[in-house]
């Protein structure tokens, strides 16, 4: 295990994950190409919560969306590559960013942490700035949708 401060709060599964597995999976999902994106630097915004990786990866002007989960020996993945129930090079080059650069992740414990000591005026702008950057996050407060045809519209808000 890595000597991460127990802050941190991460799991052990993940700390457990050795470069050699990581390798081991690279050559057998895509012959090596998920080291050869990661040494490239393809590899953004990476994040961390307990035993959830996430990160976006570049590559020839497309952004992927790579997120992965380990509980004990089983790791779980979702990358928006369209590479449906096959692990891909993003998903390899995420774990070898952990294996590696991990105190380069955002740590969203330490983010939700610092939220709480947010008074309601911070959090209503830091919220505004995530809307307006990702509208996308909307649903997470249980916002309408403006596309919704049943929506009084009567402020013209959506105008």
């Given at each position: 295990?890595?000597?991460?401060?127990?802050?941190?709060?991460?799991?052990?599964?993940?700390?457990?994950?050795?470069?050699?597995?990581?390798?081991?999976?690279?050559?057998?999902?895509?012959?090596?190409?998920g080291?050869?994106s990661?040494?490239?630097?393809?590899?953004?915004?990476?994040?961390?919560?307990?035993?959830?990786?996430?990160?976006?990866?570049?590559?020839h002007?497309?952004?992927?969306?790579?997120?992965?989960?380990?509980?004990?020996?089983?790791?779980?993945?979702?990358?928006?590559?369209?590479?449906?129930?096959?692990?891909?090079?993003?998903?390899?080059a995420?774990?070898?960013?952990?294996?590696?650069?991990?105190?380069?992740?955002t740590?969203?414990?330490?983010?939700?942490?610092?939220?709480?000591?947010?008074?309601?005026?911070?959090?209503?702008?830091?919220l505004?700035?995530i809307?307006?950057?990702?509208?996308?996050?909307?649903?997470?407060?249980?916002?309408?949708?403006?596309?919704?045809?049943?929506?009084?519209?009567a402020?013209?808000?959506?105008?």
């Amino acid at each position: 295990m890595r000597g991460i401060e127990e802050t941190f709060d991460v799991s052990k599964d993940l700390l457990n994950i050795t470069e050699r597995e990581v390798s081991l999976l690279d050559q057998e999902v895509s012959n090596g190409e998920g080291w050869t994106s990661y040494s490239r630097g393809q590899i953004v915004k990476p994040t961390v919560f307990k035993n959830k990786l996430s990160g976006l990866f570049y590559e020839h002007f497309h952004e992927f969306a790579v997120e992965i989960q380990v509980n004990g020996a089983e790791i779980s993945y979702r990358c928006s590559c369209g590479k449906n129930g096959s692990m891909c090079k993003h998903v390899v080059a995420l774990l070898y960013c952990w294996i590696n650069d991990y105190d380069g992740f955002t740590n969203i414990s330490y983010s939700i942490e610092e939220f709480k000591k947010k008074n309601k005026e911070e959090l209503l702008e830091i919220l505004t700035r995530i809307f307006i950057k990702d509208p996308q996050n909307i649903h997470l407060v249980g916002g309408v949708d403006p596309l919704d045809d049943d929506i009084d519209d009567a402020d013209g808000m959506f105008n």
